[in-house]
């Protein structure tokens, strides 16, 4: 089965530091991965997706089909960076997305 | 990208009521949509899934005859919540996808509280 696995509920990191959210998945198959992102008080959206492999605000993701994971990073977090993450998988027949738990990145001044 | 309302953004019912709540794709031909719900603090969980024109596909232990989901045009699709329950509380979240599939673009959720 999909599955999508987010290990941390809560990632605090202060202005400045690197971020690594981390995501892993369970599909059989060739699946896609994204990251969604939902800033307070705003409706989910599409950050990025690992075929693009595009930078999105600074942010990249890189599939690795060996360790079935699909961690997000930056650099140097921001303050508005702060938001609730989600890692999605889709694939097979049905294009149903499968979300992780999310994670809460707070961005300290 | 699209752009994905949902009516009414929050409603509050007594229990055994009925709830119907509006996703509307403002300007985007919405082939398929897809509702969703999610608890407070947990992830959004797929109930169903919509093709305009045809019954809907609910996911395992989505009870289909209490969440009614009706999708009549490229635009437009409902989800009602018939003899709602306090259980049923809960945010709901509708997103819709283009013909071939491609990015889910997501309303801004129903916040639905059954007292």
């Known amino acids: 089965a999909q599955r999508v696995t987010q290990p941390e509920k809560l990632l605090s990191v202060f202005k400045g530091a690197p971020v690594e959210l981390k995501c892993n998945y369970s599909y059989s198959g060739s699946p896609e991965l994204f990251w969604y992102v939902q800033y307070s008080r705003q409706r989910l959206q599409l950050l990025l997706r690992h075929i693009s492999r595009e930078s999105i605000k600074g942010f990249t993701a890189d599939l690795n089909k060996g360790e079935t994971s699909f961690h997000l990073k930056k650099p140097f977090a921001q303050e508005e960076d702060s938001a609730m993450y989600y890692c999605?998988?889709?694939?097979?027949?049905?294009?149903?997305?499968?979300f992780g738990t999310g994670t809460l990145l707070a961005v300290q001044p | 990208g699209a752009v994905v309302s949902q009516h009414p953004s929050r409603v509050i019912c007594k229990s055994g009521t009925s709830v119907k709540i509006e996703c509307r794709s403002l300007?985007?031909?919405?082939?398929?949509m897809f509702w969703y719900r999610q608890f407070p603090k947990q992830s959004l969980m797929l109930m169903a899934t919509?093709?305009?024109?045809?019954?809907?596909?609910?996911e395992q232990g989505v009870e289909k005859d209490k969440f009614l989901i009706n999708h009549a045009s490229l635009t437009l699709s409902t989800l009602t919540v018939t003899s709602a329950h306090p259980e049923d509380s809960s945010f709901y979240i509708c997103s819709v996808e283009g013909a071939g599939g491609g990015e889910q673009f997501f309303g801004p959720g129903t916040r639905l509280t059954v007292l």
């Open positions: 999605a998988v889709r694939g097979g027949a049905t294009n149903k997305l499968i």
């Open positions: 919509s093709n305009e024109g045809s019954k809907a596909t609910y």
């Open positions: 300007d985007f031909q919405a082939t398929t």
